[in-house]
């Protein structure tokens, strides 16, 4: 295990949102602990599942949550917010994704906890950050991906924008977060005090959109969806004989027409204007049937080997079942094991996608059950007797 973090309290008050930024700093050693309402975390609910001898396990939480220890602990009352200020007076780190204003009015917000404890940092992820007209507003992953600007760019410009596939505003809010984290834990280092950090979904997944924002303020050019191809229609998806490749052919133009002609493809490309890369713009469907037609002709693999042999950025498009049993992930250990404390069946799962020292970081640890470390955390760190802890699960405080 990479201990980088291994000095580091963390407390994880967040959902499903930004759990993965904690995941990635236990991955580095930190000591994560995930405070849960009494009963589990709601995100505990959410699918799909994976069923075991004892039930079925949400995946999401599986994956954004192994290595960590959880707690129970109830904020929505005075006793528990009393514990909460204990433990903020210990920890480095605080992640949270309450709505904008929810710590304030119970007292948990920052300014008052680092009254407690000058070295805190606090980074909050909400769906459009703490302040601003929209700072309330609820929103998921797919909502925030709409109101960023991606879903306007997916789908095909006939029809209707489609949502991004994947949690991609808010892996990009824990990545983000992280970066900030990391960046006040060098500040701090300096100074000696944390700092809050306030992460908004909208400007993380937006944050993706550099070119057509480029496009838009320099040129006032709206880029809009273009189904498998890219915006400027010179590189794209093309079928194969058993799959999808995708190609770029713009600056490879020259090689791409000698290697179809090869083939005895003469897409009738040959003039000289074709060579003006504007002119081949303005024609694109032409040049898109012709090469549609030659990579049916190919299977995925050849392609890919043919366009890296001359250094072209081709790819195979994977689907699930490939990137499991690709070569250059199982090389490289992207894929690691977790389960559940003492009860699941070994589960693949993605890693940590950096190497430190060789490293990657997140080890092969279980995933908690909901208030497995109550004792250890209330009774070791915060020296609580058994009938003190006895008496706050009695009156569901924990």
Not at 88 to 115: E, H, N, Q, S, V
Not at 156 to 182: C, D, E, M, T, Y
Not at 271 to 280: F, G, H, I, L, T
Request: hydrophobic share 40%; with cysteine.
């Amino acid at each position: 295990m990479n201990s980088l973090l291994g000095h580091l309290l963390v407390l994880d008050l967040a959902d499903e949102t930004a759990s993965y930024c904690s995941m990635l700093l236990g991955g580095l050693g930190a000591n994560v602990i995930k405070v849960e309402k009494p009963g589990g975390d709601l995100s505990r609910n959410i699918g799909p599942f994976y069923k075991t001898r004892v039930g079925k396990i949400s995946l999401p939480f599986l994956y954004n949550n192994a290595g960590k220890k959880s707690i129970t602990l109830n904020l929505e009352i005075r006793s528990g917010r009393d514990i909460f200020r204990r433990l903020a007076g210990r920890a480095d780190i605080i992640i949270d994704t309450f709505p904008a204003g929810y710590l304030k009015r119970r007292r948990l917000d920052y300014d008052r906890l680092k009254a407690l404890n000058q070295r805190l940092i606090m980074a909050s992820v909400t769906p459009f950050g703490q302040t601003g007209p929209r700072k309330s507003c609820t929103a998921d992953d797919a909502s925030i991906s709409a109101a960023a600007g991606l879903t306007h760019l997916h789908g095909h410009l006939q029809g209707s924008p489609v949502n991004p596939v994947g949690n991609q505003a808010s892996s990009l809010a824990s990545l983000f977060a992280v970066s900030g984290i990391l960046l006040a834990l060098q500040n701090r280092s300096v100074t000696g005090k944390g700092q809050s950090i306030d992460i908004s979904e909208q400007e993380a997944a937006a944050s993706a959109l550099v070119n057509p924002f480029v496009r838009y303020f320099s040129e006032g050019a709206i880029t809009h969806r273009n189904g498998r191809m890219r915006w400027d229609n010179m590189a794209g998806i093309f079928p194969c004989s058993d799959g999808f490749i995708f190609l770029t052919f713009d600056r490879e133009w020259d090689i791409l027409m000698d290697l179809m002609a090869s083939d005895n493809y003469d897409p009738y490309f040959n003039s000289a204007e074709w060579k003006d890369p504007v002119y081949r713009r303005q024609r694109c469907s032409r040049i898109i049937e012709a090469i549609t037609a030659w990579t049916r002709t190919y299977k995925v693999a050849q392609l890919f080997e043919l366009g890296q042999s001359m250094r072209f950025p081709w790819a195979l498009v994977s689907d699930m079942a490939s990137l499991k049993e690709n070569p250059q992930l199982k090389s490289r250990g992207y894929f690691s094991s977790t389960g559940l404390s003492g009860t699941t069946p070994e589960l693949a799962l993605p890693g940590m996608p950096c190497i430190f020292d060789g490293n990657r970081g997140i080890p092969t640890l279980k995933v908690p059950l909901a208030g497995e470390h109550n004792d250890e955390v209330y009774g070791q760190m915060l020296s609580l007797s058994e009938e003190e802890i006895a008496r706050l699960k009695k009156n569901s405080v924990i």
